[in-house]
């Protein structure tokens, strides 16, 4: 086990931060667990921002939890340029937060999906996707009823331009624009996507792939590098 | 007391699938004459005070920063 | 309409103490009806008959009191004998289960607690429960099907464990009826949001329609919990001084229609108007109570727990009185309200959702209340044992309750209601499929009946269900059954040592049609069926749960079905030696005086000592061989084929054969165990053509077969029983077969898989494009893509 | 061309998970005075007539069938 100490957040209602903290051991770095309520982030190398339905997601997904006493600690700590990684519910909390642009509303069809989701990596130069080859195909489960990216136009042109967009789904399940998965910020240490690497790790359980290993490989990586 | 009304609804230019999809249902329910619909939020909020200038300052900045995403979604703020 | 009026709980606050002083604000303007009042007054008419009270049931609690009982405690009274709460139509058939039970090491709590539990193996326990939640789903679907996944979780909870996983088993009117556009979508997004808000995997479930179903959708859910077999939790309130208390969310008029006849009855009262008949679920609460509960019993905060269901403070504390010291004093001022206006009689009777009750050494109790603020859970000290053996409550200073518990909680009435054969029995029986003209076309069939909605595919429903949550899924939908690994976040066992190589699979069943033919047989097979679907996978089945759903028990013909289902199950659980550990009687389910089929639904939780080698559902590869387990019978009587070719229902369902399942699953457990099954599905619903479609669609691999009988007919669509087909690496192909012989397990060799087609020679050959179209097409095309 | 506004909120009796979250985050985010929160739906129409007596008829009828669960809600409409 390497010296890495990967963060994992739990806020009231988040789920799938057991999974997470599993990934992070299984590639052989050091989950921490994470308190909403506590103004500490404990010194870790990165964090990771779990799935689930923080503040049951009431209002909007990730509106109330991006107010709680850690994101306070975690907001500024990224932007000086900690590794943020946030799936699903995670990913709706670092739009909340202004972390990454844009939002995440109502899928199209109206109701929560539940699938194996083909995706490719277009961007392999963030901190959290490097172990993944240029335009790989992968597959991830995704289960969210609020995955649809959307921004205002100009936002959405800055993200191509930039090739911030770092996964993009091959058969649109929520009418997400631009097929658009998952977004990194301007220097590739932030990371949120709708999918679920954590679910795509273990021969035995979740999805029939294994291609969420490249994530925590990927960042262990970059920590062990760094 | 007072109540104080807050509307949240999403700006125009972002897609919205419920009101589409109200929309369409219309006809097929027999109802025409419904050239759009849109869906929105409706918050009322009970004050424990009067909604004088400072309250309703105060429920402004609660639209803003907590009941709307005012990336994607604009408010009003009124008193009933 | 259905006697329950379901869901349950509610809700909380504070850190109160006892006490019996009160504002003496009597805005509710009316009395208050003391139990001195009640001395007083013997003559007073009260509206027993309006709660759903016989005379002589009224009688009864006027004898045990000696006196009238308050209008407070004939609220608890009333919900406490009723059919829901009490079983006094059902008890006499359930004893079966317990007189007739199998000899099982494994079972450490059975039928009687909140939920049975069941020892896996390892110091690890399994608990798990069904429960119906018919008639508010009719009502209101998303919240009535919402709300029983609650309810049935709490159940688990309240064992000491954490729920791991859900499942549903769903019944609807025929699929493209006006009202079912209505209920199923509704049903299904209630389950999702509270099931995914709740981060528990959905992992299998049912979903059938029936004309019989039409006004009356049957709606069960059920719940498995794991826990270290050390630490189950138990609904008792013993040692006087101990503290009781009420958290979760607070009580508001939820479910309280008896309470307002009560109230209105009673009193010249104004605020009853407003009562609703639908109670909405907050999953975001229930998430913060089981983690809050889970947390106070790592602790070791908690002396005996309670989760309020039907019947809400009135179950709680009856029961967790009669089971402890006997006694128990209550203050119900310090209940936190929702709605300032609840009258006593009310809160008593209130079905709010997400509360439970608690009994707390006092020292612990400033611990206790410090978890709860942990997780955001309002608590609130409302009362304390006592070894009085009376329950006495107070509001507003005055005493309004004063019983023995025990005789609201255990001595309700029990009848022997009469019940006789059905008057159409015979010649339901009598209408033997064989009169049916056969069909010419194998291919048309089979496409027909797997484009039938029983059988479809039914990934609409499922693809709303989170499936992966906890990380320790290994088999969900479309499996036979579902299977977990065994480890978690669990009470009293750090992260790292919680994951073990152990499994749990299990499956629910049932199948009203062949039940209405003949409700003994009925309830066999559906517990056969889905020991047949945990054995597929490679799990030895090792309990049962059971939601029993029926018309009404006051009609003989009814009775006579529920008295037939419950022997036969029994029987059945024996000759399995499968113990029942739990379950739910639904009544009442029926429109005007037309009851809905008879539906026992089972579920069956098995083991598997090394999760890895569960068995792959369906064919994995190609060059496997195909092997039908079993032997082959022609019985149409119930059969999908007869129902979608047809519209026939009659002659008799396909015979319960209990030892060859026995049998059959002996084979496929020791055949698991040893690496010799790539691949599996039983035959059920749409026979053996069905099943090899099925497993051909799972991973996109065709098969080649030839038909083992010389009537392909017969071979393709009978629904004989204990059967399955299974793959077989060719070196594994011997081994198999002397496993088959020493079991007394007929087989036959039908072909080999791969190709992209299903193909029985001389019969049928379907491209499986198609055939995944015929499977897949039919809930997309009637709920929408 | 008219704009319909129908506003829906569950009926006072019902429990409003949503609306006492937002209420219970508020002292957290420093806003004090606002002593509950109830959450709805607005729906904005646009008609291809005018709002006259018939139309509103027509919108409150798709308000009671599609817009609103009146085993739970309550609504009213009304123009902008
Ligand atoms: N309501 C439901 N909830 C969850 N899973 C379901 C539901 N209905 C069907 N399934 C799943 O879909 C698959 C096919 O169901 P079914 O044909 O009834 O299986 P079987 O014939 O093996 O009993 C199974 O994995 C089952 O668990
Ligand atoms: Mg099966």
């Known amino acids: 086990m390497s010296g ?172 997400s624009l631009n097929d658009i998965a998952g977004i990194t910020n301007e220097t590739g240490t932030i990371v949120g996507l709708m999918p679920h690497p954590e679910h795509a790790v273990e021969e035995l359980t979740g999805a029939p792939s294994l291609d969420g290993r490249g994530i925590f490989t990927s960042i262990l990586k970059h920590l062990v590098n760094a | 007391m007072a109540r104080v009304i807050v509307d949240v609804m999403l700006k125009p230019e972002i897609l919205d699938p419920q009101g589409q999809a109200i ?52 408010f009003t703020v009124r008193v009933e | 309409m259905n006697a329950r009026t379901g869901t349950d709980m509610d809700s909380t606050h504070t850190d109160g103490q006892v006490s019996t002083q009160v504002s003496a604000d009597s805005r509710a303007g009316g009395f208050v009806d003391t139990v001195e009042r009640a001395a007083r007054t013997p003559d007073e008419p009260q509206p027993y008959a309006e709660l759903g009270m016989k005379d002589d049931e009224y009688a009864r609690v006027r004898e045990i009191l000696g006196r009238r009982p308050t209008s407070s405690e004939l609220a608890i009274y009333s919900v406490m004998w009723s059919e829901h709460c009490s079983y006094k139509s059902s008890k006499v058939h359930l004893r079966q289960f317990a007189a007739k039970a199998p000899k099982s090491d494994a079972l450490l709590v059975g039928m009687g607690e909140n939920a049975g ?121 013993p040692g006087p001084g101990n503290k009781v208390v009420l958290f979760g969310a607070r009580t508001g008029p939820d479910g309280i229609g008896g309470a307002s006849v009560l109230a209105s009855a009673t009193f010249e009262e104004e605020s009853q108007a407003k009562r609703p008949s639908v109670q909405v679920g907050d999953p975001f609460m229930e998430k913060l109570l089981v983690e809050c509960c889970l947390e106070l019993f790592e602790a070791d905060l908690v002396v005996g727990i309670q989760d309020l269901g039907a019947a809400g403070i009135s179950c709680a504390t009856t029961e967790l009185a009669a089971k402890g010291t006997g006694g128990m004093r209550i203050d119900l001022d310090l209940v936190p309200l929702r709605d300032p206006s609840l009258r006593p009689e009310e809160i008593l009777m209130s079905e709010s959702q997400e509360r439970m009750m608690a009994i707390v050494k006092p020292a612990d109790v400033p611990a206790f209340l410090e978890v709860c603020a942990k ?96 990380g320790n899924t290994v088999l969900a939908m479309p499996a036979d059954a579902g299977v977990l690994r065994v480890g978690d976040v669990v009470p009293g066992v750090a992260p790292e040592a919680a994951e073990t190589r152990r499994g749990i699979a299990l499956a629910t069943d049932g199948n009203g049609r062949y039940a209405r033919l003949d409700p003994y047989a009925g309830a066999q097979l559906a517990l056969a069926e889905a020991y047949r679907n945990v054995a597929v996978t490679g799990a030895r089945p090792l309990a049962v749960t059971n939601c029993l759903n029926f018309g ?160 392909a007919f017969t071979d393709l669509f009978s629904e004989t029983t204990a059967r399955a087909v299974v793959a077989v690496r060719p070196e594994h192909f011997d081994a198999l077969v002397k496993l088959c012989a020493v079991n007394d397990v007929p087989y036959q060799t039908l072909g080999t898989t791969g190709g992209s087609s299903l193909t029985v020679e001389g019969v049928l050959e379907i491209p499986l494009p198609e055939l995944r179209d015929a499977y897949e097409r039919t809930l997309p095309a009637v709920f929408g893509d």
């Open chain 1, 4 to 175: 890495a100490r990967v963060g994992v957040v739990t806020f009231p209602g988040t789920l799938d931060d057991q999974d997470a903290a599993r990934a992070v051991r299984h590639a052989g770095a050091t989950p921490v667990p994470l308190w909403h309520a506590d103004r500490d982030l404990k010194g870790v190398d990165a964090v990771f921002l779990p799935g689930g339905f923080s503040y049951g997601d009431y209002l909007r997904c990730g509106a109330i939890s991006r107010f709680s006493p850690v994101m306070e600690e975690l907001i500024p700590a990224a932007r000086k340029g900690l590794p943020v990684l946030g799936t699903c519910n995670g990913f709706q909390i670092l739009c909340e937060a202004h972390l990454l642009p844009g939002a995440l509303t109502r899928n199209a069809g109206l109701r929560y999906v539940c699938r194996d989701q083909r995706l490719r990596v277009e961007n392999t130069a963030t901190v959290w996707t490097s172990a993944f080859s240029p335009g790989q195909e992968i597959v991830l489960p995704i289960k969210h009823g609020e995955g649809r990216y959307v921004a205002d136009p100009e936002t959405i042109a800055e993200l191509e331009a930039n090739n911030r967009v770092v996964f993009r789904y091959l058969g649109n399940p929520n009418g």
């Open chain 2, 23 to 74: 929309a369409r249902a219309l006809p097929r329910l027999g109802f025409s004459g419904v050239t759009s619909v849109r869906q929105g939020k409706r918050f009322e909020l009970e004050l424990d005070g009067p909604a004088d200038e400072a309250a309703l300052a105060e429920v402004r900045k609660i639209a803003a920063t907590l009941l709307a995403n005012t990336v994607i979604e604009d």
């Open chain 3, 117 to 237: 539990v069941v020892d896996i193996g390892d110091g690890w326990a399994a608990t798990f429960k069904i429960e119906s939640h018919n008639h508010p789903s009719y009502v209101e679907p998303h919240q009535g099907a919402a709300t029983g996944v609650g309810g049935i979780v709490r159940d688990i909870l309240s064992m000491g464990a954490r729920p791991v996983a859900v499942m549903d088993s769903l019944r609807f009117g025929p699929i493209d009826a006006p009202d079912t556009a209505r209920v199923l979508p509704g049903v299904v997004e209630g389950i999702s949001s509270y099931g995914n808000c709740l981060g528990l995997p959905n992992i299998g479930g049912e979903v059938a329609f029936d004309p019989c179903y039409a006004g009356n959708p049957l709606v069960n859910a059920l719940c498995v919990g794991l826990l270290r077999k050390d630490r189950i939790k138990l609904a008792t309130a």
């Open chain 3, 375 to 470: 997780w955001d859970v309002p608590a609130t000290v409302i009362g304390e044992v006592t070894d009085t053996g009376r329950l006495v409550m107070t509001w507003r200073g005055e005493t309004i309750v004063d019983i023995p518990p025990g005789t609201a909680a255990n001595d309700g009435p029990v009848y022997e209601r009469p019940y006789h054969e059905p008057a159409d029995q015979a010649a339901l029986n009598a209408d033997s499929p064989r009169r049916l003209p056969r069909p010419g076309d194998l291919r048309a069939t089979l496409l027909e009946l797997l484009a039938s909605p029983n059988i479809a595919s039914k990934e609409w429903v499922t693809s709303q269900y989170d499936r992966y949550v906890r």
């Open chain 3, 552 to 711: 009404s028990p006051e009609d003989p013909e009814v009775m006579w079905q529920f008295a037939e289902a419950t022997r036969g199950l029994a029987d059945a659980c024996r000759a399995l030696g499968v113990p029942v550990t739990g379950g739910n009687v639904s009544f009442y389910n029926q429109t005007g005086s037309v009851a809905i089929h008879p539906t026992p639904i089972v579920g069956v939780l098995g083991v598997l000592d090394d999760v890895a080698k569960r068995i792959t559902p369906g064919f994995p590869e190609a060059g496997l061989r195909v092997v039908l387990l079993g032997e082959t019978f022609e019985e149409f009587g119930g059969s999908e084929w007869a129902w979608v070719a047809h519209g026939h229902l009659g002659g008799l369902p396909p015979r319960a054969r209990l030892d060859e399942e026995r049998a059959l699953a002996d084979v496929l457990v020791t055949g698991a165990a040893r690496g010799l099954i790539a691949g599996a599905h039983d035959l059920s619903h749409g026979g053996l053509g069905v099943a090899l479609a099925e497993a051909c669609l799972l991973h996109g691999v065709g098969c080649t077969v030839a038909t083992p009988g010389d009537d």
